[in-house]
């Protein structure tokens, strides 16, 4: 669990790194709830954190399986056949959530 403004750092650096794979984000709508609810979930985590990040659901953003930090965010690739391409951008994509640092 983080302190709220952690929390909403944290949030924004997700939304940074998630950016340039899904350009929708850039939407002020779509930034300001994804925002929201990465803040609402690093502050308080949930087990049954999810957050969709296409319009087609097929990227999601879930809270983090592995290691003890509950509070963070992971992305899923949900296609019913998920190229290699898929596979790769989804552990670049988390290599880079794992590495965002709370200030």
Known sequence: MLWLVEAQRYAH???DVLLDDFPALRED???REAVRDIASHAYCPAPSFE???TYTREWRLMREQTGMDRWRV???C???N???EDAEREQRINAALRAIEIK
């Open 13 to 15: 650096d997700v939304i």
């Open 29 to 31: 709508y779509l930034a």
């Open 51 to 53: 957050m969709i990040v």
């Open 74 to 76: 992971q992305i899923i």
């Open 78 to 80: 949900r296609r019913d």
């Open 82 to 84: 998920p190229s290699a």
